[in-house]
């Protein structure tokens, strides 16, 4: 009988030993569920040599579209186009770039209407803001996008929570060019290679004039390196995956 009753605590021990060993397992890296959508994604855990490259659209005195088209035409490359929906229908002549971007095989994304700190405005101008621009994306090529960078990478937990629950994948960038403060080829150059690595999005806008002559450089070495190119969209997970505390997706 003595026995008995040890055997009993013993296993009723054990079961809250390896609940908690569980919940331990669980926590132990803080990992974030695609359920729990309370981060973006920056990067994603690629054992094979591939990247996305992205571009923010903005509004500018000078544009240099043409440019960067020409050269991911060059180089056979598709990227990532993250689209404000006021800067499409500012003018006909950004409507018509829009197009051109997707008739060139890239990937458009949504980056808001009027690119407001999401992290300060409320969960319905978020929504506006999303909805708004993913109808003038859907009129002008005929698709909707399914992937939305948040104006100026600004966020918080609410904000990501919104975007997710909205259908929307938040993208972030783990290699930044800062190529908007024109600070210098070499400097951004050098911003941009120190830190590529296997699975990263890479962050580059349109309004920058080193951006051409640089991404030029980038795709050609990166290239040599054994690296290839892929849009955002086809470089993350969808299903059976997790986001860790530094924004890199895993699969699981």
């Known amino acids: 009988m003595k026995w008995r009753w040890i055997k009993t605590i013993l296993s009723i021990l054990l079961i809250f030993v390896l609940i908690g060993a569980s919940y331990l397992f669980q926590n132990a890296n803080k990992k974030v569920s695609s359920e729990v959508c309370e981060l973006p994604i920056y990067s994603v855990n690629k054992e094979e040599k591939v990247i996305a490259i992205?571009?923010?659209?903005?509004?500018?005195?000078?544009?240099?579209?043409n440019s960067i088209l020409d050269i991911l035409d060059k180089y056979n490359v598709k990227a990532t186009f993250f689209?404000?929906?006021?800067w499409v229908n500012y003018s006909e002549e950004n409507l018509t770039k829009l197009k051109l971007i997707h008739e060139r095989g890239h990937e458009i994304g949504n980056h808001s209407y009027k690119h407001p700190m999401f992290s300060?405005?409320?969960e319905a101008r978020m929504l506006e803001e999303l909805k708004k621009t993913s109808e003038t994306i859907e009129n002008a090529i005929g698709e909707k996008p399914k992937l939305f960078r948040f104006p100026s990478g600004d966020y918080n937990k609410k904000?990501?929570?919104?975007?997710?629950s909205a259908g929307y994948i938040p993208i972030q960038w783990d290699t930044d060019s800062v190529d908007w403060r024109e600070q210098g080829v070499d400097v951004e150059y050098n911003k941009v290679k120190k830190n590529v690595k296997s699975g990263s999005i890479v962050l580059f806008h349109n309004n920058a004039k080193y951006t051409p002559q640089n991404l030029d450089r980038i795709i050609r070495e990166l290239k040599s390196e054994g690296y290839s190119f892929e849009t955002v969209g086809r470089l993350i997970l969808y299903e059976n995956y997790y986001i860790d505390e530094n924004g890199i997706q895993y699969r699981k």
């Open 54 to 65: 992205s571009f923010d659209i903005n509004w500018a005195e000078k544009d240099y579209l």
């Open 83 to 86: 689209i404000m929906g006021g």
């Open 120 to 122: 300060s405005i409320s």
């Open 159 to 164: 904000a990501c929570r919104t975007v997710w």
